[in-house]
């Protein structure tokens, strides 16, 4: 039976666990379950991953990349020595750390994972941490949300039926889920949260606090000099931990900053009151992402049986109270917050694999999903309306179909933009994917097209169009940001990141090491690049055409509307000269609205 390991990626810090004799464990190295999330390149260009790093961070932040969790799914790069990477390259290289972790504790490869995320990731980071596994050498087998897979770890077996609180403050993100547990099936009711709210905002406002009083007192503001800051981060880490149990902590840096010669030290104590005076506006955030919950599961706070802690953040002192006091219920940290998550994945592995661990997993999708629609407002035409298909909190998997139709007599070809979120305006939610369905019947409106979205227990999203009189169908799977980031750059990836590894002295850490990566390596190139060009034609067709109408709109339109319109077709004109799929579909998005306000005024 092939073991499937079960990774946290967290923010701050990451674990890989197992299942060993029907039990999660996680797996350690010298002792240690955790691995600090960052990443660096010593002196000498060595690349450091872990707590190496982290210690490195303190002298060298240039060399060195922390909390990239929170740049995952964004197109854009950070700098590591001379290179640039994708925030899916960096999470890569710790996640090829834990799966080696894996291989050594195990003494055989390790070829598959389940890895989790924040519930409230969006498409387009879930697919850039499917991507970052690929990267690292792992078959992505299943992504699960974080409070989920910390449910995995608590009973899944009580005497009768419980309603769970999850409450997951870990470094970078937040979330909150409801889940209904009951003979062995674990159904998850709703969930909220944040993904930029974590221990790290913790610990940026007590910087602010020291560097304010250092600057009162020496007027020099510490936050200006990156080696200083990068010192007095970890100092304040360190402190907000000792807060977690004192009621009082120290923070001392000697020669920290210079004036007229003479060196300058920092001591300064914070009192826990301090501290959680700076963080309870955050903390009440949370509590609002609570009652969303709780609304959302159509439930009072009195039927919740049992709150569970996840998150290293949740051992603050308030976290506990200010849950205690809202919900009316004793909190539960009985499993060590930072590895419940990980030992949840590796529950979730083993149920993949056939091990007997006792759990059936009923996951939901926390955010609506649809398209955009040409709607009516005032009697005037509104080309960003959105209109949902798959509601949020709807269990996984789901399969569900709307039916559409044209705008105008004889249209050919209609735009399905995906869009997520919960308002009825797309441009206030976050666009998934895109595509057109061309040759469509040229008869008079509506020609219906029926719309289907099928969302999988991975949150992978598969979108099929098709024009309901003949039956032309077009199907994609929705790739969101990683549309950018095809085979091609995979490998140029993966080429960096295996060189950094190389150059390590741990043999196991070595790419080459037989069967050590499952993404394919070598591939029909040509064949790529012809399905590419295929693609790319097809666009270019589809926005001439758009430009030939546009041009003929623009002869008997207002002077404003037929100026804004050649501008764009200048613009379309010269993403078709150089070849640019992406700015070809962003300048036709925004041309089509105008064409189909001007078609239909």
């Known amino acids: 039976m092939e073991v499937i390991i079960g990774i946290d990626l967290g923010t701050t810090n990451s674990e890989v666990a197992v299942i060993r004799s029907g039990s999660p ?179 940026q406002r007590l910087l602010d606090l020291v560097c304010d009083r250092f600057q009162t007192e020496h007027g020099i503001d510490l936050r200006e000099s990156i080696r ?83 998150g290293g953040a949740t051992r603050t002192p308030l976290v506990h109270h200010m849950l205690s006091t809202r919900l009316g219920r004793p909190v539960h940290c009985e499993i060590e917050p930072d590895l419940a998550v990980a030992m949840g994945a590796a529950v979730q592995g083993g149920l993949i694999s056939g091990v007997e661990v006792g759990t059936v997993l009923v996951d939901i999708t926390p955010h609506t999903l649809g398209i955009e629609v040409l709607d009516y407002s005032d009697g005037f035409p509104a080309p960003h309306g959105f209109s949902p298909i798959i509601e949020r909190n709807t269990p996984l998997p789901v399969s569900k179909t709307e039916i559409y139709s044209t705008s105008r007599d004889g249209q050919i070809v209609a735009s399905i933009r995906v869009f997520q979120g919960e308002e009825d305006d797309t441009r206030l939610n976050s666009l998934v994917g895109e595509f057109q369905i061309q040759g469509l019947a040229p008869v008079p409106y509506p020609n219906q097209i029926l719309v289907k979205l099928d969302l999988d ?41 295996n060189e950094l590894f190389a150059d390590s002295d741990d043999d196991s850490f070595s790419p080459t090491k037989p069967g050590a990566l499952s993404i394919e390596a070598s591939f029909d190139s040509q064949k790529e690049e012809n399905s590419d060009d295929a693609e790319l034609r097809e666009t270019i067709e589809t926005a001439r055409s758009l430009i030939a109408k546009s041009e003929t709109l623009a002869a008997s339109a207002a002077g404003e509307d037929a100026a804004e319109m050649r501008g764009l077709v200048q613009d379309l004109q010269a993403a078709i000269s150089r070849n640019s799929i992406d700015d070809i579909r962003r300048v036709s998005a925004a041309l089509e609205d105008i064409v189909y306000y001007l078609s239909d005024v």
């Open 25 to 203: 464990v996680v797996l350690t190295d010298d002792g240690d379950p955790i691995l600090p999330s960052v990443v660096g390149l010593d002196p000498q260009g060595k690349l450091l991953v872990g707590r190496a790093a982290r210690n490195q961070y303190v002298l060298a932040p240039e060399r060195t990349i922390r909390s990239i969790k929170r740049k995952m799914g964004q197109d854009v790069t950070v700098e590591l020595g001379k290179e640039k990477y994708r925030p899916q390259e960096i999470s890569a290289i710790i996640l090829r750390a834990l799966k080696q972790r894996a291989e050594r504790a195990l003494g055989h490869e390790v070829k598959k994972a389940v890895i989790t995320v924040p519930a409230f990731f969006n498409e387009g980071q879930r697919e850039a941490t499917r991507e970052a596994g690929e990267l690292a050498g792992l078959e992505v087998v299943r992504i699960i949300n974080e409070p989920t897979a910390a449910i995995l770890t608590y009973d899944p077996n009580p005497p009768e039926m419980e309603r769970l609180l999850v409450y997951d403050l870990g470094g970078g993100t937040f979330d909150v889920s409801i889940a209904m547990v009951e003979s062995g099936v674990v159904e998850i009711l709703s969930s909220h949260g944040d993904t930029h709210l974590g221990g790290d905002d913790f610990d």
């Open 457 to 497: 227990l991975n949150g992978i999203l598969k979108v099929t169009a098709t024009e309901r009189a003949t039956g032309l169908a077009k199907h994609v799977v929705i790739e969101n940001m990683m549309e950018r980031f095809r085979k091609r750059e995979r490998v140029g990836a993966l080429d960096r990141i």
């Open 228 to 310: 200083a800051r990068s010192r007095l981060l970890a100092a304040v880490e360190d402190a907000k931990k000792r807060l977690s149990s004192e009621p009082v902590a120290s923070i001392t840096e000697e020669f920290i900053a210079e004036k007229k010669g003479e060196p300058l030290h920092l001591s300064i104590e914070v009192m826990r009151e301090e501290y959680e005076s700076l963080i309870e506006p955050l903390l009440a955030k949370t509590l609002k992402c609570v009652d969303d919950a709780l609304t959302d599961a159509n439930l009072q706070a009195q039927q919740i049986d049992k709150v569970v802690l996840v």
